[in-house]
């Protein structure tokens, strides 16, 4: 009786994890997804593929992107940035229409720093052509001790970029009133690892020492669930896709707390605040979340 029970129970436990697996789309390799964009050499596949390590060095950085564009839906993955010393340098985790008119961007840029000093986290949205939309937190844990998940959730009704399960930041769909709003084009997942000491870290001044490189970040969890372009195409306007559900249309009342959180704590910058740059107000910071 005890043993049969216990099977029934190994049975369903299976049958579960078979039917998670079939449903939530999570890639078991890097490669299924991505491939590599620039420098082979810089990327080296770990855990059986499941997991990367990016390098800079003297020579060269790297960069990936995702096969495929997709139109709606969130891609996130785990990071962990370089420990230490990694001022000057810069790992990007983005979104991009690559198109370069009228470019459809949603980026998140960690800014290494001294060790010691936190690294800061830089986001952007390009919409319909337009950026200059920089806002800048610190983070509220090391991000190189351990791996940290970002995402990046898009929907019709707003774009939502996720530190763990914390909004950092929200740019609602206020098409209504005249605000763009990306929705048109599809968006590649990109990510690269690159030195920028001409301008990362306070501004240029803190160059790179590289007598620590070379420098490695970590990446693991890919998950893209979305509508690929080429695909089929009621996709992205299908109302049924989980993305696009009521829960995901609004930030929960406990994400509401935490967005507010960050922004009284955690942010250092804000373009909708930067008078010397818009002497007038953008219109997407007035519109509301
Ligand atoms: C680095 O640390 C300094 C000092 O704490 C801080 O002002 C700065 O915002 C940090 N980040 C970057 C990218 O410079």
Redesign the pocket.
């Known amino acids: 009786m005890y043993s049969s029970l216990r099977n029934a129970f190994a049975c369903l436990s299976l049958f579960v994890l078979v039917f998670a697996l079939s449903v939530t789309g999570r890639p078991a390799t890097f490669l299924e997804d991505f491939k590599i964009t620039w420098s082979d050499s810089h990327i080296k596949q770990i855990d059986r593929g499941r997991a990367i390590q990016l390098i800079l060095d003297r020579n060269s950085g790297c960069g990936f992107a995702s096969k495929r564009q997709y139109l709606f839906g969130r891609v996130s993955m785990k990071i962990k940035l370089i420990p230490g010393d990694s001022a000057g340098t810069v790992t990007a985790f983005y979104m991009n229409s690559n198109t370069d008119t009228i470019r459809d961007e949603l980026d998140f840029e960690f ?4 060790t010691g ?4 986290v830089q986001t952007n949205i390009y919409a319909r052509g337009k950026g200059n939309r920089e806002q800048r937190i ?1 983070l509220w844990f090391d991000p190189a001790a351990d791996f940290h998940t970002y995402t990046l959730l898009w929907n019709h009704r707003h774009i939502v970029f996720y530190v763990d399960d914390v909004p950092v930041r929200v740019y609602k769909n206020n098409e209504a009133k005249g605000i763009p709003f990306p929705k048109l084009q599809p968006m590649g997942v990109y990510s690269t690892l690159w030195e920028a000491d001409n301008w ?3 501004g240029g001044l ?1 160059k790179i020492d590289w007598s620590k490189a070379p420098f490695y970040a970590y990446y693991k969890d890919f998950d893209i669930e979305g509508c690929p372009v080429p695909g089929p195409s009621n996709c992205a306007s299908n109302p049924s896709n989980w993305w696009e559900g009521t829960a995901y249309q609004l930030l929960s009342p406990l994400e509401a707390r935490k967005y507010k959180w960050v922004r009284m704590n955690h942010m ?1 910058y804000d373009y909708c605040t930067d008078k010397s740059r818009f002497p007038v107000t953008p219109p997407e910071c007035v519109a509301g979340y």
């Open positions: 800014l290494g720093n001294r000093q936190p690294y800061t610190n990362a870290t306070r803190e250092i």
